[in-house]
C-alpha cells in the first residue's frame, strides 16, 4: 500500500525551530518528487516547498524561503522540512504529497499523508 | 503572482451536475489538477492534466479547460461527493505550484 506518515507537528513559540518528517512506503521513494503543503485552521490549501527526486532543485512558497529548509534522505525513504523563525502565521496542518513525476513542476500530487499539526503560539 | 479564483460555494440537488469553475490569466495554457477534501481528512487527486481520471475516481468526475477557465464537472452529484474542491497549476515564471482558494460543493 503507498502510503505517507508525517510525524513532528507540535506546539512552539514564535521564533523557535521545528523539524517535520514524513515516512513513506510502498513506492520507489527515489523515483519521484515530494512536498509539503499547508493548511491553515479553516483556510485552503497552500503549497510550501518542493524538491526533486535527487534533491537537484528545490523550490519554496515565497511565505517561507529563507526560514525553511527542506530534504530528503532516499536510502531512509523520507522527506524532512526545517521550520525556523517560526510564526503565528505559519499555524497550520503539514500534508506531505508524492509527485506524479520526478521533477518539481506541472505535474500533480497523487498521494498525500494525513498531515501534522504545528502550532505557533507563546 | 499567479491567481486561481474560484467561487466560495456551490450548491446542487443529488442526481443533478454541478460544475466548479477555476479562474486564471490563460490558464487554458496551463495543465490544471483537481483535488476533493472531504471533512477532517487529506485531499485527493481526482482530475490530473486537465481531463485526467486517476484509478478509482468514478467517471462521473470530468475537467476541461480552455481561454480563462477551467472546469470540474461532477455528473450525477452524490452525498458523498459533499467536500471542498480545489485547482491547482504550475506557474512557470515563479517556480512555485498555485492553488485555488477551494470550492465548497454542498449536496442540497
Known amino acids: 500500500e503507498v502510503q505517507l506518515v508525517e510525524s513532528g507537528g507540535n506546539l512552539v513559540q514564535p521564533g523557535r525551530s521545528l523539524r517535520l518528517s514524513c515516512a513513506a512506503s510502498?513506492?520507489?521513494?527515489?523515483?519521484?518528487?515530494m512536498h509539503w503543503v499547508r493548511q491553515a485552521p479553516g483556510k485552503g490549501l497552500e503549497w510550501v516547498s518542493g524538491?526533486?527526486?535527487?534533491?537537484?532543485?528545490?523550490g519554496y512558497a515565497d511565505a517561507v524561503k529563507g526560514r525553511f529548509i527542506t530534504s530528503r534522505d532516499n536510502a531512509k525513504k523520507s522527506l524532512y522540512l526545517e521550520m525556523h523563525s517560526l510564526r503565528p502565521e505559519d499555524t497550520a496542518l503539514y500534508y506531505c504529497?508524492?509527485?506524479?513525476?520526478?521533477?518539481?513542476?506541472?505535474?500533480?500530487?497523487?498521494?498525500w499523508g494525513q498531515g501534522t499539526t504545528v502550532t505557533v503560539s507563546s | 503572482s499567479y491567481v486561481l479564483t474560484q467561487p466560495p460555494s456551490v450548491s446542487v440537488a443529488p442526481g443533478k451536475t454541478a460544475a466548479i469553475t477555476c479562474g486564471g490569466h490563460n490558464i487554458g495554457r496551463k495543465p490544471v489538477h483537481w483535488y476533493q477534501q472531504r471533512p477532517g481528512q487529506a485531499p485527493v487527486l481526482v482530475i490530473y492534466y486537465d481531463n485526467g481520471r486517476p484509478t478509482g475516481i468514478p467517471e462521473r468526475f470530468s475537467g476541461s479547460n480552455s481561454g480563462n477557465t477551467a472546469t470540474l464537472t461532477i455528473s450525477g452529484v452524490e452525498a458523498g461527493d459533499e467536500a471542498d474542491y480545489y485547482c491547482q497549476v504550475w506557474d512557470g515564471s515563479t517556480d512555485h505550484f498555485v492553488f485555488g482558494s477551494g470550492t465548497k460543493v454542498s449536496v442540497l
Open positions: 504529497a508524492k509527485d506524479w513525476a520526478m521533477t518539481v513542476e506541472v505535474d500533480a500530487f497523487d498521494v
Open positions: 524538491i526533486s527526486w535527487n534533491s537537484g532543485k528545490i
Open positions: 510502498g513506492f520507489n521513494f527515489d523515483n519521484y518528487a
